[in-house]
């Protein structure tokens, strides 16, 4: 028996209970010395899993400083932690170029823990944390609870620098920004389960230390928040995400921008750390591939567009610009998932982003003088900000009514022939994009197409910038689009951002590009072969027989070469001295347009009251000549002649690609669409009441019915309340689609075999290309006095130019489209209005009995000067009423 032994045996009970007294206390002290001690050992490891050593050579598996580490975020590190701290894990020395937290502690892990940390020691860390605590240094990311923790101390200080501060540090670092405003998720309880049944596994003294470490006192709970820059819970909620799926708490972003944005200073602390964070950002997505490694990369554009502050001037000098050539670096993938993301968003929220973009653009356009010599495609501010543009579009595609099924089948192109690829590529000239124009990456990325859109969720014209289009030189933004080099952006690659006239310039010079590419084979062929070849699409017609004479020829030239259709055209009326400057091939058009459409022949139905034009399903007339009909329609916008033409919408988003749906019906057939509408949502019993099959009747071209069977046995087959849905789709697609197939089929090859090449399908929608073809409708004659020029002695104020002015606006709606008619052989305005149309009215002599007389090639009107107001108004309209033919003057 020991001396120990034998004194505790001897003492009296008094003494016995005091020296038992003294051991509880010991095992007190020790016990909380084991949890100080268990807490901070987490903390290094923590940090040794986000921050690293700080040695380059380091080789522990387990440091975020080893070669082959595998980066993890915050959740993740948080639970990695607690693991590495129960199986007693290797744990670095920190790097004398190290600085944190982490190096406050550089004992071993493997010694006894209450060698570690005596009371003292204790005390002054306690202190060091409380210090940190107050000034925040160690907050390595924000959440919500932690702003509005900060927030309040600082409003109790009424000193807002530590957050500043804070924000300032966060913001402007692309690895804290990552980590900021994470979701949390709670844990299942097979989770929870299978965590307890680990912890069932360990000894005794590893029990020990997790319990310690989840047994804080309040103080030590709240300092290890603040170490960890949140809370404790939130980073063991880690879950893995689905690829559309994003780790950032959205309105949690929103609600702590509410909060601070109201204070100046703190705004000003988000504008120097964005201006910090961009470059940085840029070099990132540039040069080391991050997003690859982390797509919750991704956040950080998250959380800064959520900053509704962006569009301020403040922003648009530098701040901005750099954080859009940063966003316009993001690869494919993370566009496409930022633009899955956004188009969940509220019209509110993705129009506030599209506003910022466009304020920045048109910032930039009128702060700087852009011409030929200085493009604004040489601006990379509204480059970036276009790219970034083209996201928020696809989102708000996306956002809207979208079709993404009932596409046409597309039938392959004619090809040219060999012979003629060979001189092409003679000429330096091979073809580019032989199966149509090119495709937008983000669009096979998303599997989206802007055609399939019905509605967006805002409107198409708000992408529209106006000052950018005045400033656009077209024929060098052409140019780029044609040559696709990286170093020169076109705005032809985001059509979404310009207007239907910039947009039709464009084609105009594809057009142009294209008819001189066809007169060089021509003139080759002749050299090469000896053959006189017509370096122009000629047509020779006679007025009485223009239908017969021009089919027949167009007929002929699709079968022996349709590469000639690219020919710029030249037509001649047999037996008249007219020479086609343009205004021939107008009034060609407008002369066939009248007999193809005229009710009589049979081709196509009329609507009294829509005024629309239908394919009509029992026609006689071959596929051919529906061919032809394409052809015309072709040539029109190839040859930049405005049709008459009055078909529904669904006969322009046919030949883009789509097929005629339900929502169609309404525009073509509105009685058929209002009919369907009440059976869809008739209240009662449809079969009882109605008596309908899936059995439609039909008239032919003399008023005879004819019955269709929409599904095999329709006749038998009831429609019900159940199936009802399932026979309007079927009526819609037999009445839009089946029925008219082999006519429009032939309609669209006649088409495409002049623009199978053209940018047409790319730049424009259906909307867009019926105002093309037709025209607009909206007669602005204010705006045609405002743009018309005057030559031959006439000026603006003119006594007879202002008595012209007066009898042209006093004109009725018939008389002003004759008069259209007959200075520019159509009676309908050009895209953009008659603003556009840039007509000139010349001195044609002094006063006399002669007619005014036109070039309609130049919208030129030769105008005598006539004594009077009366005989001027007399002469006017006997020109404009009887003019037909083109003579010699």
Same mark, same amino acid.
């Not at 080789?59 to 975020?64: D, L, M, P, S, V």
């Not at 170093?487 to 057009?511: E, H, Q, R, W």
């Not at 060609?588 to 007999?595: I, K, M, N, S, W």
């Given at each position: 028996?020991?001396?120990?032994?034998?004194?505790?045996?001897?003492?009296?009970?008094?003494?016995?209970?005091?020296?038992?007294?003294?051991?509880?206390?010991?095992?007190?002290?020790?016990?909380?010395?084991?949890?100080?001690?268990?807490?901070?050992?987490?903390?290094?490891?923590?940090?040794?899993?986000?921050?690293?050593? %700080?040695?380059?050579?380091?080789?522990?598996?387990?440091?975020?400083?080893?070669?082959?580490?595998?980066?993890?975020?915050?959740?993740?590190?948080?639970?990695?932690?607690?693991?590495?701290?129960?199986?007693?894990?290797?744990?670095?020395?920190?790097?004398?170029?190290?600085?944190?937290?982490?190096?406050?502690?550089?004992?071993?892990?493997?010694?006894?823990?209450?060698?570690?940390?005596?009371?003292?020691?204790?005390?002054?860390?306690?202190?060091?944390?409380?210090?940190?605590?107050?000034?925040?240094?160690?907050?390595?990311?924000?959440?919500?609870?932690?702003?509005?923790?900060?927030?309040?101390?600082? $409003?109790?200080?009424?000193?807002?620098?530590?957050?500043?501060?804070?924000?300032?540090?966060?913001?402007?670092?692309?690895?804290?920004?990552?980590?900021?405003?994470?979701?949390?998720?709670?844990?299942?309880?097979?989770?929870?389960?299978?965590?307890?049944?680990?912890?069932?596994?360990?000894?005794?003294?590893?029990?020990?230390?997790?319990?310690?470490?989840?047994?804080?006192?309040?103080?030590?709970?709240?300092?290890?928040?603040?170490?960890?820059?949140?809370?404790?819970?939130?980073?063991?909620?880690?879950?893995?995400? %689905?690829?559309?799926?994003?780790?950032?708490?959205?309105?949690?972003?929103?609600?702590?921008?509410?909060?601070?944005?109201?204070?100046?200073?703190?705004?000003?602390?988000?504008?120097?750390?964005?201006?910090?964070?961009?470059?940085?950002?840029?070099?990132?997505?540039?040069?080391?591939?991050?997003?690859?490694?982390?797509?919750?990369?991704?956040?950080?554009?998250?959380?800064?567009?959520?900053?509704?502050?962006?569009?301020?001037?403040?922003?648009?000098?530098?701040?901005?610009?750099?954080?859009?050539?940063?966003?316009?670096?993001?690869?494919?993938?993370?566009?496409?998932?930022?633009?899955?993301?956004?188009?969940?968003?509220?019209?509110?929220?993705?129009?506030?982003?599209?506003?910022?973009?466009?304020?920045?653009?048109?910032?930039?356009?009128?702060?700087?003088?852009?011409?030929?010599?200085?493009?604004?495609?040489?601006?990379?501010?509204?480059?970036?900000?276009?790219?970034?543009?083209?996201?928020?579009?696809?989102?708000?595609?996306?956002?809207?009514?979208?079709?993404? %099924?009932?596409?046409?089948?597309?039938?392959?192109?004619?090809?040219?022939?060999?012979?003629?690829?060979?001189?092409?590529?003679?000429? $330096?000239?091979?073809?580019?994009?032989?199966?149509?124009?090119?495709?937008?990456?983000?669009?096979?990325?998303?599997?989206?197409?802007?055609?399939?859109?019905?509605?967006?969720?805002?409107?198409?014209?708000?992408?529209?910038?106006?000052?950018?289009?005045?400033?656009?030189?077209?024929?060098?933004?052409?140019?780029?689009?044609?040559?696709?080099?990286?170093?020169?952006?076109?705005?032809?690659?985001?059509?979404?951002?310009?207007?239907?006239?910039?947009?039709?310039?464009?084609?105009?010079?594809?057009?142009?590009?294209?008819?001189?590419?066809?007169?060089?084979?021509?003139?080759?062929?002749?050299?090469?072969?000896?053959?006189?070849?017509?370096?122009?699409?000629?047509?020779?017609?006679?007025?009485?027989?223009?239908?017969?004479?021009?089919?027949?020829?167009?007929?002929?030239?699709?079968?022996?070469?349709?590469?000639?259709?690219?020919?710029?055209?030249?037509?001649?009326?047999?037996?008249?001295?007219?020479?086609?400057?343009?205004?021939?091939?107008?009034?060609?058009?407008?002369?066939?347009?009248?007999?193809?459409?005229?009710?009589?022949?049979?081709?196509?139905?009329?609507?009294?009251?829509?005024?629309?034009?239908?394919?009509?399903?029992?026609?006689?007339?071959?596929? %051919?000549?529906?061919?032809?009909?394409?052809?015309?329609?072709?040539?029109?916008?190839?040859?930049?002649?405005?049709?008459?033409?009055?078909?529904?919408?669904?006969?322009?988003?046919?030949?883009?690609?789509?097929?005629?749906?339900?929502?169609?019906?309404?525009?073509?057939?509105?009685?058929?669409?209002?009919?369907?509408?009440?059976?869809?949502?008739?209240?009662?019993?449809?079969?009882?009441?109605?008596?309908?099959?899936?059995?439609?009747?039909?008239?032919?071209?003399?008023?005879?019915?004819?019955?269709?069977?929409?599904?095999?046995?329709?006749?038998?087959?009831?429609?019900?309340?159940?199936?009802?849905?399932?026979?309007?789709?079927?009526?819609?697609?037999?009445?839009?689609?089946?029925?008219?197939?082999?006519?429009?089929?032939?309609?669209?090859?006649?088409?495409?075999?002049?623009?199978?090449?053209?940018?047409?399908?790319?730049?424009?929608?259906?909307?867009?290309?019926?105002?093309?073809?037709?025209?607009?409708?909206?007669?602005?004659?204010?705006?045609?006095?405002?743009?018309?020029?005057?030559?031959?002695?006439?000026?603006?104020?003119?006594?007879?130019?202002?008595?012209?002015?007066?009898?042209?606006?006093?004109?009725?709606?018939?008389?002003?489209?004759?008069?259209?008619?007959?200075?520019?052989?159509?009676?309908?305005?050009?895209?953009g209005g008659l603003g556009k149309l840039k007509m000139i009215i010349a001195k044609n002599g002094p006063d006399s009995d002669r007619l005014p007389?036109?070039?309609?090639?130049?919208?030129?009107?030769?105008?005598?000067?006539?004594?009077?107001?009366?005989?001027?108004?007399?002469?006017?309209?006997?020109?404009?009423?009887?003019?037909? $033919?083109?003579?010699?003057?």
């Amino acid at each position: 028996m020991n001396s120990a032994k034998a004194s505790s045996e001897c003492a009296p009970p008094e003494a016995n209970a005091s020296a038992q007294g003294e051991p509880l206390a010991k095992n007190h002290t020790a016990s909380r010395m084991k949890r100080a001690a268990a807490k901070h050992l987490i903390e290094r490891y923590y940090h040794q899993l986000t921050e690293g050593c %700080g040695n380059e050579a380091c080789t522990n598996e387990f440091c975020a400083s080893c070669s082959s580490f595998l980066r993890m975020d915050n959740n993740a590190a948080a639970i990695k932690a607690l693991e590495l701290f129960k199986i007693n894990a290797k744990l670095c020395d920190p790097h004398p170029s190290k600085k944190g937290t982490s190096t406050a502690y550089v004992e071993n892990s493997t010694k006894s823990s209450h060698s570690i940390i005596c009371c003292s020691e204790t005390k002054v860390n306690k202190q060091e944390m409380q210090a940190q605590r107050e000034d925040f240094k160690d907050v390595n990311y924000l959440t919500e609870e932690k702003v509005y923790e900060i927030l309040d101390l600082c $409003g109790e200080r009424e000193d807002y620098s530590p957050l500043i501060r804070v924000i300032g540090r966060v913001f402007s670092s692309a690895d804290a920004l990552v980590q900021s405003f994470r979701k949390a998720k709670q844990h299942t309880k097979e989770e929870l389960k299978s965590l307890q049944g680990k912890d069932e596994d360990k000894d005794e003294d590893e029990e020990e230390k997790a319990a310690s470490a989840g047994s804080m006192d309040d103080a030590e709970a709240s300092s290890s928040r603040s170490s960890f820059g949140g809370s404790q819970t939130r980073d063991n909620n880690v879950h893995k995400l %689905g690829p559309d799926e994003i780790s950032i708490d959205v309105d949690a972003v929103r609600r702590v921008y509410n909060k601070l944005l109201s204070n100046e200073k703190v705004e000003t602390a988000f504008l120097n750390a964005l201006v910090y964070l961009s470059p940085n950002v840029e070099c990132d997505l540039t040069y080391h591939n991050v997003y690859s490694r982390d797509p919750n990369y991704l956040n950080l554009f998250i959380i800064v567009m959520e900053n509704s502050n962006l569009h301020s001037p403040e922003y648009l000098e530098m701040a901005l610009p750099l954080f859009c050539k940063a966003m316009s670096k993001l690869p494919l993938p993370a566009q496409a998932k930022l633009i899955r993301l956004w188009s969940k968003y509220t019209a509110d929220q993705i129009r506030r982003m599209v506003e910022t973009f466009q304020q920045l653009i048109t910032y930039r356009v009128i702060s700087n003088e852009f011409n030929s010599r200085n493009l604004v495609n040489d601006d990379d501010a509204v480059v970036a900000a276009t790219k970034c543009l083209k996201i928020v579009h696809y989102a708000n595609i996306i956002a809207g009514d979208v079709d993404t %099924g009932h596409n046409e089948e597309e039938e392959d192109e004619p090809v040219a022939e060999s012979s003629e690829i060979t001189l092409q590529e003679l000429l $330096g000239e091979e073809r580019r994009n032989k199966k149509g124009p090119r495709v937008d990456p983000l669009e096979v990325e998303l599997g989206v197409k802007t055609i399939d859109c019905r509605k967006p969720l805002v409107s198409f014209e708000e992408f529209i910038n106006e000052p950018l289009n005045d400033v656009l030189e077209m024929d060098k933004d052409y140019t780029f689009f044609k040559v696709e080099t990286e170093n020169k952006f076109s705005f032809m690659t985001c059509p979404f951002i310009l207007n239907a006239v910039t947009k039709n310039l464009g084609l105009y010079y594809d057009n142009r590009i294209r008819m001189y590419s066809e007169r060089r084979i021509t003139v080759l062929y002749s050299l090469v072969q000896g053959q006189q070849l017509n370096p122009y699409l000629r047509l020779k017609v006679r007025r009485d027989h223009i239908i017969d004479d021009a089919l027949v020829r167009l007929e002929m030239i699709a079968m022996e070469n349709p590469a000639d259709l690219k020919k710029q055209l030249y037509v001649e009326f047999e037996g008249e001295q007219g020479v086609d400057e343009g205004g021939v091939s107008k009034e060609f058009f407008q002369l066939v347009v009248e007999e193809i459409f005229n009710p009589d022949i049979g081709m196509f139905t009329y609507d009294e009251s829509t005024k629309l034009f239908w394919f009509n399903t029992s026609s006689f007339e071959t596929e %051919g000549q529906f061919t032809l009909i394409g052809i015309v329609l072709g040539l029109a916008i190839y040859n930049n002649c405005i049709l008459d033409v009055h078909f529904p919408m669904v006969v322009y988003r046919k030949l883009l690609g789509k097929k005629g749906t339900f929502r169609d019906l309404e525009d073509s057939h509105p009685v058929l669409h209002q009919s369907l509408k009440e059976l869809v949502e008739y209240d009662g019993s449809v079969e009882d009441d109605m008596m309908i099959t899936f059995q439609i009747s039909q008239t032919d071209l003399f008023g005879t019915p004819m019955m269709c069977n929409l599904r095999e046995n329709g006749d038998q087959i009831p429609v019900t309340n159940e199936n009802r849905k399932e026979f309007v789709d079927l009526y819609t697609d037999y009445i839009l689609n089946k029925s008219v197939e082999k006519q429009f089929r032939a309609f669209r090859r006649g088409f495409h075999m002049v623009t199978n090449e053209s940018p047409l399908k790319y730049l424009f929608r259906p909307e867009e290309i019926e105002l093309l073809v037709c025209g607009s409708p909206n007669l602005d004659f204010q705006a045609l006095e405002d743009t018309t020029e005057y030559d031959g002695g006439y000026a603006k104020d003119s006594r007879i130019i202002r008595e012209f002015w007066e009898i042209v606006h006093a004109f009725t709606d018939e008389q002003k489209r004759l008069f259209l008619q007959f200075t520019t052989g159509t009676d309908r305005a050009p895209v953009g209005g008659l603003g556009k149309l840039k007509m000139i009215i010349a001195k044609n002599g002094p006063d006399s009995d002669r007619l005014p007389t036109s070039h309609t090639c130049f919208n030129v009107l030769l105008l005598p000067e006539y004594c009077s107001k009366e005989k001027l108004n007399e002469r006017l309209l006997k020109a404009i009423t009887y003019a037909k $033919g083109f003579g010699m003057l």
